[in-house]
T-cell receptor, first 111, second 112 residues
Framework: GQQLNQSPQSMFIQEGEDVSMNCTSS?????WLWYKQDPGEGPVLLIALYKAGELTSNGRLTAQFGITRKDSFLNISASIPSDVGIYFC???????????FGKGTRLHILP | GAGVSQSPRYKVTKRGQDVALRCDPISGHVSLYWYRQALGQGPEFLTY????????KSGLPNDRFSAERPEGSISTLTIQRTEQRDSAMYRCASTPTGDTQYFGPGTRLTVL
């Protein structure tokens, strides 16, 4: 079936560092969604991308929809402690199709 | 309410019992999704509805799982004859139109 592959699985960084993570698929996506999940909470949408090549920012977060429509990346600049959590990419293959999630990238910030 | 609500928040049951998990979406939201999430994993798609119509149930693991949304609002996910492997967090999400999902707090199911 369709799968979203996220890398890295985990990241350990120092506060203030920039972070980059990506999501790839063997299938074409028309929409890329990036979510963050805090412990004990449900995922919360961070950024939605709708067009190949689109680059969208939300504060310190920037995400891009890959030209091939098979990948996307999320960057976080100048990380802070509250950035800790699990970041998921997600998307539907087509309009009105089921939305599937990757397995997530776990971000840890070292004290 | 302002967000998606789910009940119960925690459910402990004995193997073989049936359970019903409820999702109350944001008022007016067209689509409603059910996911299952194991600890440390991403949400695993189960099924989704547009209004009252079940659009895709390909993620339901087997025929012990069923879902309904009879009036296009509240949805119930039912698991019959529960097994220990059914233990997980069950999450519901609703969307107005498009792809922006709003997730509920989840129901933590534990099957003993």
């Amino acid at each position: 079936g369709q799968q979203l592959n996220q890398s890295p699985q985990s990241m350990f960084i120092q506060e203030g560092e920039d972070v980059s993570m990506n999501c790839t698929s063997s299938s074409i996506f028309n929409t890329w969604l990036w979510y963050k999940q805090d412990p004990g909470e449900g995922p919360v949408l961070l950024i939605a991308l709708y067009k190949a090549g689109e680059l969208t920012s939300n504060g310190r977060l920037t995400a891009q929809f890959g030209i091939t429509r098979k990948d996307s990346f999320l960057n976080i600049s100048a990380s802070i402690p509250s950035d800790v959590g699990i970041y998921f990419c997600a998307g539907p293959l087509n309009r009105d199709d089921k939305i599937i999630f990757g397995k997530g990238t776990r971000l840890h910030i070292l004290p | 309410g302002a967000g998606v609500s789910q009940s119960p928040r925690y459910k402990v049951t004995k193997r073989g019992q049936d359970v019903a998990l409820r999702c109350d979406p944001i008022s007016g939201h067209v689509s409603l999704y059910w996911y299952r999430q194991a600890l440390g994993q991403g949400p695993e798609f189960l099924t989704y509805f547009n209004y009252e119509a079940q659009q895709d149930k390909s993620g339901l693991p087997n025929d012990r799982f069923s879902a309904e949304r009879p009036e296009g609002s509240i949805s119930t996910l039912t698991i019959q004859r529960t097994e220990q492997r059914d233990s997980a967090m069950y999450r519901c999400a609703s969307t107005p139109t498009g792809d922006t999902q709003y997730f509920g707090p989840g129901t933590r199911l534990t099957v003993l």
